[in-house]
């Protein structure tokens, strides 16, 4: 993908996943608000201007960031604010047309096939759409549903909304809206998962979004997992364009040991230690029975140099090197199946499983 407006809508496309219906409600509503969106994300991908989403000056602040001299390692680790507030406006630029039908489902009741809203909920929903980046290209926004097929009657004291080309669509929105206090309500609803709508995406669930070598990695895992007792926690997404990814943790005793992040890009598996002083105790104890897999070891812990007061000093055999004291645990970035055997060893030996 040329620039990061298209990696990140089609990071949108990839974090949806199959259609996967709910037998709760007719499919009708459900496949024709799956077409919608992905159609609007896949229009999107095409022409990222027409939908008001401007790849250029992100790009071109990085082009002019890399031509500068090249920063030191600790310079690397600090917030490029300028940066971040390019990034976001892409990101909520992208996010604008799902988020905005969301509101109005949350605000809505069906009317037949459409969406009926007071008159005061329209108006409190479009309030809260000023907030994001670039609001001013709100009512172009507005005027690009209009023009896809969306009809907006307002009345003295009411809205109505339907859509022409897809006019059972909104028994699919209203669907992924229902459950507005589940902690995973809007990763169902960015996702079009309606099969998981009130409850949660499961492990096999998220396979389905990622390439068959990194799902047949977290097969490996869970297979080699199972029967220990150990719980499999899928954490909320907060939302689907790059930068998001599906992360897993499980835990024994409460304690978080081991987990993963993914998405199309990159796989990142994780063995927590909790203390970083257990990492340097653990890593002399591997010195000595097992020189191989110590060497294997001591290289899955990226070095952190930022100068903030979570930085930690660990010992790996003759080396000392600088991590986060936050997390302390080692990181294993894109693992193959011996990478994923020798993580798991390490995991059952450090915690005794």
């Known amino acids: 993908m ?46 990222p201007e027409r939908y008001f989403v401007f790849p250029a000056p992100y790009e071109a602040y990085m082009a002019k960031k890399t031509s500068l001299p090249t920063l030191t390692p600790e310079k690397h680790h600090k917030q490029d604010s300028r940066e971040s507030t390019l990034r976001n406006i892409i990101q909520q630029s992208i996010s604008f047309y799902p988020l905005f039908l969301r509101q109005l489902g949350l605000h809505g009741r069906a009317q037949g096939d459409a969406l009926l809203l007071s008159l005061d909920d329209y108006q409190a929903v479009l309030h809260q759409m000023r907030r994001c980046h670039d609001s001013k290209y709100n009512e172009e926004r507005f005027r690009v549903l209009e023009e896809q097929g969306f009809c907006i009657a307002e009345s003295e004291n009411a809205v109505r909304i339907s859509h022409k080309a897809y006019p059972q669509m909104m028994q699919g929105l209203l669907y992924l809206c229902a459950d507005k206090d589940s902690k995973y309500a809007l990763t169902n609803y960015l996702r079009l998962d309606f099969k998981n709508a009130g409850g949660a995406p499961s492990v096999s669930d998220i396979c389905r979004t990622l390439p068959e070598d990194t799902a047949a990695i977290i097969h490996q895992v869970e297979n080699a997992l199972s029967g220990l007792n150990l719980k499999a926690k899928v954490k909320p997404l907060r939302g689907i364009v790059s930068d998001f990814q599906w992360k897993v943790e499980y835990t024994f005793k409460g304690k978080n040991i081991f987990g993963f992040y993914a998405d199309h890009q990159q796989f990142l598996l994780c063995l927590y230690f909790n203390d970083h002083q257990l990492i340097s105790a653990y890593a002399d104890q591997l010195l000595q029975e097992n020189s191989a897999l110590f060497d294997w070891f001591s290289s899955q812990f990226p070095e952190r140099l930022c100068t903030c007061p979570y930085n930690r000093r660990i010992r790996l055999g003759s080396v000392h090197r600088r991590i986060c004291g936050l997390s302390n645990r080692a990181e294993v970035v894109n693992p193959s199946v011996s990478d994923v055997e020798n993580a798991l060893i390490v995991l059952k030996q450090f915690r005794s499983l």
């Open 2 to 47: 040329p620039t990061l407006a298209h990696r990140s809508i089609r990071h949108c496309l990839q974090m949806i996943g199959p259609f996967s219906p709910s037998d709760r409600i007719p499919q009708a509503g459900q496949k024709q608000f799956y077409a919608f969106i992905t159609g609007l994300y896949q229009a999107m991908l095409l022409s």
